[in-house]
């Protein structure tokens, strides 16, 4: 089992920046792929960006790319989503996720690929 827990979300104006954090516990996070996802009601849960375990691929979503950026640190077990030239469509709920991989040159672009997931953070920015 692991637990997820986000923190970082709030309230920013349209061209700021928030840094989302995501800390695990459990079984071994260096063994999960991580994604970070968001939603808006009533439509389908997005990916913004995933990274391989030991943090050497990633991807991101056209519409955050040079935006957003993803990193990890192992040794804290966090994952975390810099973002920055944020825009009032960036607004949502994040959730980050993980995924058991075998592989670490794997990530997961879809939400079936991932096992575990946060209660997530809303990220709100205003025009």
């Known amino acids: 089992q692991v637990q997820l827990v986000e923190s970082g979300g709030g309230l920013v104006q349209a061209g700021g920046s928030l840094r989302l954090s995501c800390a695990a516990s459990g079984r071994t996070f260096s063994m999960f792929a991580m994604g970070w996802f968001r939603q808006a009601p009533g439509k389908e849960r997005e990916l913004v960006a995933a990274i391989t375990r030991g943090g050497g691929m990633t991807y991101y979503a056209d519409s955050v790319k040079g935006r957003f950026t993803i990193s990890r640190d192992n040794a804290k077990n966090t994952v975390y989503l810099q973002m920055s030239s944020l825009k009032p469509e960036d607004t949502d709920v994040y959730y980050c996720?993980?995924?058991?991989?075998?592989?670490?040159?794997?990530?997961?672009?879809?939400?079936?690929?991932?096992?575990?997931w946060g209660q997530g953070t809303q990220v709100t920015v205003s025009s």
């Open positions: 996720a993980a995924g058991w991989t075998y592989s670490s040159g794997d990530y997961y672009t879809t939400p079936r690929g991932y096992d575990y």
